[in-house]
């Protein structure tokens, strides 16, 4: 394997305060970066001073929307130890977003070193307070200048790191969801199960059109018949009838999860049916009507768990669970936020630790 060279950076920045952290816009001191060339295959694995990079103004990313992103999280535990979360599931996603936007495939043991080393240069980064975490973005661009519309032959893969607040500062809290009627985030055959950036351009109107009204996200439909749930905004969703949890099954538009597999799997740990399938709206509204909707969610790396307090459609309100987080959803956050952080076992081996260089 190719060795990560390392670059210290001369001027440490300032850390934010752990309470003062919002998402997405600090970042550590240090970035990884390692490049591609056709014939050449991956090279030069890099550690160096968080800095912008110089691009030719026809790279192709700026064009046709080449690239690739991950999103997962480091975790600091009370022996001050920080750990990741199932990162080779993220490594695995990222290399099939690869395969399915001609972009060529990572090693995955290098991507992994290239987090574990990232994280590790910069582990006083990674914040103390409760909930808090260090949020780690590895990313793959296309940048050869060329306005033909073909794959790049040349690549950039790189992996930055921003510390991030508490998601829920005041405790889990329900959200208000707007079904989409209008538009839609993906097709069969398209790139929905790709964390591609084109995906996420094409759905920021449908997420402006509802925050106006006064809701968190969008519910999205199935792009055929807008009959079938598929997601809520840039979460996986699952629903609570009865005794048991149904989730849509990935059918090729639905992104998977990697907090999504975990829940089925402490699910059907604690002995609850698990149904992954074509899910009708028309089969929760009912199951709502006749009070058998116990409890809904999202799931995903921000939020881990996100109940639905309420789904808006045609002109009307469901209300879910009095607007209050169920006691599933609860349990599911406690237990998945317990293994992140070392409070809780870790039956499965999710935990993967940053070993000090
Ligand atoms: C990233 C993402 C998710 C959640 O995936 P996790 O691996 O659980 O973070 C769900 N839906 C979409 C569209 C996403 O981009």
Redesign the pocket.
């Known amino acids: 394997m190719q060795t990560i060279s390392i670059t210290p950076s001369e001027n440490k920045k300032q850390k934010p305060a752990d309470d003062s952290l919002v998402f997405g816009r600090q970042f550590t001191d240090h970035m990884f970066i390692m490049d591609y060339e056709e014939g050449r295959g991956w090279y030069d694995p890099r550690v160096v001073p968080y800095q912008p990079l110089e691009m030719d103004p026809a790279a192709m990313i700026f064009h046709y929307g080449q690239t690739v992103f991950e ?2 999280k480091a975790y600091r535990t009370k022996q001050d130890t920080i750990q990741l979360f199932r990162p080779a ?2 490594i695995k ?1 990222l290399n099939r977003s690869n395969a399915r936007m001609c972009i060529p495939t990572l090693d995955e043991s290098m991507a992994l070193e290239a987090i574990q080393t990232l994280v590790d240069i910069d582990r006083d980064w990674v914040p103390h307070k409760e909930g808090t975490s260090l949020y780690i973005r590895p990313f793959v661009i296309a940048t050869e200048p060329y306005l033909g519309v073909s794959a790049s032959k040349t690549y950039t893969f790189m992996i930055i790191l921003s510390p991030v607040g508490a998601y829920y500062e005041a405790g889990i809290n329900p959200v208000k969801i707007a079904v989409e009627n209008e538009y839609i ?1 993906a097709v069969k055959g398209g790139t ?1 199960e790709a ?1 591609t950036a084109g ?2 351009a094409g759905s920021m109107i449908a997420q402006e059109n509802v925050a106006k009204k006064g809701y968190a996200q969008v519910l999205w439909l199935d792009g055929h018949e807008r009959k079938y749930i598929e ?1 809520v ?4 969703v699952f629903f609570k009838i009865g005794d048991k949890v149904v989730t849509p099954h990935l059918s090729g538009s ?9 829940v089925i799997q402490l699910l059907k740990d604690w002995g609850i049916t698990v149904e992954e399938r074509p899910i009708l709206l028309s089969e929760i509204l009912d199951a709502h009507k006749n009070g058998q909707l116990e409890e809904a969610f999202g ?4 939020a881990v768990i996100s109940p639905m307090g309420e789904l808006f459609y045609n002109d009307q309100s469901y209300v879910i669970n009095h607007h209050t987080t169920g006691a599933l959803s609860k349990r599911v956050y406690d237990t998945l936020t317990g293994i992140q952080y070392g409070t809780v076992d870790d039956p499965h081996n999710w935990i993967v630790d940053v070993p000090k260089k």
């Open positions: 999103g997962l599931e993220n996603r985030r929905g964390k995906n996420y997601e905004g840039s979460m996986n639905i992104l998977p999860g990697v907090t999504r597999k975990s799931s995903g790396t921000a």
